[in-house]
C-alpha cells in the first residue's frame, strides 16, 4: 500500500517492463471475452464456440481498433495503454432465461479481470516476501494489476453495450430494459462523453484506488 513512486503512467517504465505490460493487457482482453463465451456455453448458448471464440489463440480476436489502434493513442495520450478484443458473440435466445442469462454473462468479463488483477498483486507480495524482488517487476506487477482492474471497473459502468448495461438490463423492467438496449448504437459517443466530462477521474480512478489499496498494493494514478 502507499503511493507509487516511479511515476504516473507505464511512459515512464522501461521498455522490456512496458512490453510485458501490453502482453498483459493483450491476453487480458481476451481472456475477458472468453469469459463472456464461456459462461454463455455453459448457460446453453455454443454461438461463441461455433464461431471459434472460445480460444486463447488470439488472431479470432483481433479487432483493428480495440486491440491495435486505441492501445496506441491511450498509450500517446494518457500515458498508458488501453484497448480490447472483438466482442464475443451471444445469443441470449438459447438460455433458459434470457435476461437472467445475460447478466451472468455480462458479470463474466470483469469478474475475470478481477480475478487476473488479485492473482497478479498476489504474485506481488509473494516476491517481496521471498525476496525475489526488483524495481523492474514491481513495475510490471503493479501495471498488470492496475490495468485489469480498469478493464474491469470500465466495462461496469453501465453504457451499452459495456458489461455493466447488461446487468442493469437484467434488473430493469422489460420495457425500461427494451429502451435502455436501444442506447447501444450510440453507446460509442456517450462513452467517450462520459470520458470528456471527467467520468474517468470522477468514477474509476477513486474505484482504482480502492481496489489497489484492498489489494495492499502501491496507488498509481
Not at 39 to 63: C, E, F, S
Not at 159 to 188: C, H
Amino acid at each position: 500500500m502507499g503511493v507509487w513512486p516511479y511515476g504516473r503512467g507505464c511512459a515512464a517504465v522501461e521498455p522490456v517492463q512496458l512490453a510485458f505490460v501490453l502482453v498483459v493487457l493483450f491476453f487480458s482482453v481476451i481472456l475477458h471475452e472468453c469469459a463472456h463465451g464461456w459462461v454463455a456455453y455453459l448457460m446453453g448458448d455454443p454461438t461463441a464456440k461455433d464461431q471459434g471464440r472460445l480460444t486463447l489463440n488470439p488472431i479470432p480476436h483481433i479487432d483493428p481498433f480495440m486491440t491495435i489502434i486505441l492501445p496506441i493513442l491511450t498509450f500517446l495520450f494518457w500515458g498508458f495503454p488501453f484497448g480490447g478484443a472483438k466482442p464475443v458473440p451471444v445469443n441470449p435466445f438459447n438460455f433458459r432465461e434470457p435476461r437472467k442469462g445475460m447478466m451472468v454473462v455480462g458479470a463474466a468479463g470483469p469478474a475475470t479481470n478481477l480475478g487476473l488483477s488479485a492473482s497478479f498483486a498476489l504474485f506481488y507480495h509473494l516476491a517481496r516476501q521471498t525476496g525475489f524482488f526488483n524495481e523492474a517487476i514491481a513495475v510490471a506487477l503493479v501495471w498488470a494489476v492496475v490495468l485489469n482492474a480498469l478493464l474491469a471497473f470500465f466495462n461496469l459502468v453501465p453504457i451499452p453495450p459495456l458489461d455493466g448495461s447488461r446487468i442493469v438490463a437484467g434488473v430493469l423492467p422489460r420495457e425500461a430494459a427494451a429502451a435502455y438496449d436501444r442506447l447501444a448504437p450510440f453507446g460509442l459517443f456517450i462513452v467517450v462523453g462520459f470520458l470528456m466530462l471527467g467520468g474517468f477521474g470522477l468514477l474509476l480512478v477513486p474505484a482504482l484506488k480502492g481496489w489497489s489499496k484492498l489489494l495492499g498494493m502501491p496507488v498509481v494514478l
